[in-house]
């Protein structure tokens, strides 16, 4: 069931001992949005407990209150679940471990049905932080530095620091109360942006790797078993090879274990979310992916086949 954002301030009130949690594989958003609301509910009172069933990447550590986030484990006692930046399917363990309780869910995902559930959902938000925002203002809350980063953090990198086609007005507003709150954007941006060694010099080896075909409006990079098995991290590496003149569907495949084979794909006006169904995954028109169930050189041949066929 949908509901106004006045509904949901009024139902947070309601509550007393709540488990707030977000997306696995999470994102600056989910995390930033997530601690932003725990300290909303702090500061009137609330019990609070953040959970994210997966491990929270290193260089997200720098929001405030992080190190507080708990994994699932045994089973507790709440009056309620707040789910934000997903649906309640991509929370993990979570629910098993609060049980049977009314859910409260947050979104900017205009996928979101709401079913089951009271969820406030604004696909024009740049990101899930922005309605956190907007939660504090209307429960009057006195915002805070620690608060400010958070949120700061959540709407930076769902607009891809306020370059994505997202960013409105109305996000660089906010941006701007959190730098008069405290927050300094060239410190978030040092740290986020923090890669260990290893990963820059595996965006070298995986730069070697690049294919430019179908005229030069495709570019691949392929990186196979012995490349990713020292990569902590393949995130960013697409944006490096997107850029190139000409190029309109920039694709990363990469390999994940023996036959499977992950691919990300971005574009300037093919619809890559079409490509990524043809193969049971999703995303946006400009921005998708999708896993193949086969061997490497397959899986490369199948995918640089596809995006032939779609640029066709
Ligand atoms: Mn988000």
Same mark, same amino acid.
């Given at each position: 069931m949908k509901i106004t954002l006045e509904e949901m301030c009024d139902e947070l009130q309601k509550v007393n001992r709540v488990v707030v949690a977000g997306h696995v594989i999470p994102d600056g958003d989910a995390i930033g949005s997530a601690l932003a609301l725990a300290m909303i509910l702090k500061s009137i009172g609330k019990d609070v407990r953040v959970m994210f069933d997966d491990n929270i990447p290193r260089n997200f550590m720098m929001m405030p209150t992080c190190e507080k986030i708990e994994r699932p484990s045994e089973k507790i006692d709440v009056d309620a679940l707040v789910i934000v930046d997903t649906a309640p399917d991509r929370i993990g363990k979570v629910l098993e471990c609060v049980g049977d309780v009314p859910i409260l869910n947050i979104d900017h995902h205009v996928s979101n049905s709401g079913e089951n559930r009271k969820l406030f959902c604004d696909?024009? !938000? !740049? !990101?899930t932080a922005e309605i956190i925002f907007e939660i504090a203002i209307e429960l009057g809350i006195k915002l805070t530095k620690d608060f400010a980063v958070c949120v700061y953090v959540g709407i930076a990198t769902d607009t891809g620091f306020f370059q994505?086609?997202?960013?409105t007005a109305e996000t660089l507003l906010i941006a701007s109360d959190m730098l008069a709150l405290g927050v300094k954007p060239n410190l978030v941006v040092e740290v986020l942006e923090q890669r260990p060694i290893e990963v820059v010099k595996g965006l070298g080896q995986s730069l070697n790797t690049l294919e430019v075909w179908h005229d030069g409006k495709a570019a691949g990079m392929f990186l196979d078993e012995d490349l990713v098995a020292n990569l902590e991290t393949t995130e960013g590496f697409i944006d490096e090879i997107r850029v190139i003149e000409g190029v309109d569907v920039s694709l990363l495949l990469k390999f994940m274990a023996k036959n499977v084979c992950r691919v990300s794909m971005r574009s300037k006006t093919v619809d890559v979310s079409k490509i990524a169904m043809q193969f049971g995954g999703g995303g946006h028109l400009r921005a998708a992916g999708c896993t193949l169930k086969m061997p490497f050189e397959d899986a490369k041949r199948t995918i640089m086949q596809a995006i032939d066929d779609a640029l066709n």
């Open positions: 696909p024009h !938000a !740049a !990101a994505f086609s997202n960013t």
